[in-house]
């Protein structure tokens, strides 16, 4: 964009529907979010005043909240003007456990996604995992789904059906392989040697990640040995798109620690 255009812009208002996926403070007394938007995508924009109490952004300023915003257009960074809230999902930030998930969804969702690229499948499917993430049984289970079905809608859907390396569709043993996107049948798992031995088990279940809707998915029972198998490969798979260690990763592994020490 030329500066003749952005000044053109220059005080336009908008109005958008959109999540805060993050913030960092600006000022004494500002923030700046990272907002997710169906219309927009992933913006930037200021909240001004909202680290004083009774500010009236304040409440759609708070993490994972789901508002209405009307924005004014800004040189360099636009500034929230008004919000009405839609739905606060106060639930998730109630609860450590829920938390740390939302933040990881959330990071996962800012480092993949660039900005200004809109796409509304992904606004509604980060949009639902949010609801669910209130209610959803297994979170560590809704956590596989959500890293499945988020690389595929950003276009990296992993082969699942045949080996990426010769088109076989029956195996013996079943190879990942996150550098070749997919599995690898005995005869080819040579052609990546960091990839990963896994179950039929967890090759069906990665399959249902996948395929099925969130609906279909939920009550999904894995055994431990699966669901160990399918973090190692999605951890892998992740780290190779993303490009990026994630912060709210260490967080997750921290509380989850916190959950066992309590359970004993
Ligand atoms: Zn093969």
Redesign the pocket.
């Known amino acids: 964009m030329t500066n003749q255009q952005r000044g053109k812009l220059y005080m336009a208002l908008y109005r958008t529907d959109a999540i805060v996926l993050g913030y960092r403070n600006l000022g004494e007394a500002d923030k700046i979010l990272t907002l997710f938007s169906p219309d927009k995508g992933k913006i930037h924009a200021v909240a001004r005043g909202v680290r004083r109490p009774r500010n009236p952004i304040l409440a759609g300023s708070q993490l994972f909240s789901y508002s209405n915003f009307l924005i004014l257009e800004g040189r360099n960074l636009d500034t929230i003007s008004q919000c009405e809230i839609k739905e606060s999902f106060y639930k998730i930030r109630q609860n450590l456990e829920s938390m740390a998930y939302g933040l990881y969804f959330a990071e996962l969702l800012r480092v993949s996604t660039p900005l200004e690229d809109k796409n509304q499948e992904l606004f509604r499917f980060f949009l639902k995992t949010m609801y669910l993430l209130q209610k959803w049984e297994n979170i560590e289970i809704l956590s596989r789904i959500y890293e499945v079905k988020l690389m595929a809608i950003q276009g990296f859907a992993p082969e699942l059906f045949q080996?990426v390396?010769?088109?076989?569709k029956s195996f013996d043993k079943i190879y990942f392989s996150t550098a070749m996107g997919g599995i690898?049948?005995h005869?080819?798992h040579g052609k990546d040697t960091k990839a990963i031995n896994i179950t039929s088990d967890t090759l069906n279940v990665l399959r249902k990640m996948l395929m099925g809707t969130y609906e279909e998915l939920e009550g999904l029972r894995v055994k431990k040995y699966v669901a160990e198998q399918l973090k190692d490969v999605l951890d892998l798979f992740i780290l190779h798109h993303v490009d990026h260690k994630l912060k709210t990763a260490e967080f997750i592994k921290d509380v989850n620690k916190l959950n066992i020490g309590n359970s004993k």
Do not use: T, V
């Open positions: 080996c390396g010769c088109g076989r690898l049948c005869d080819c």
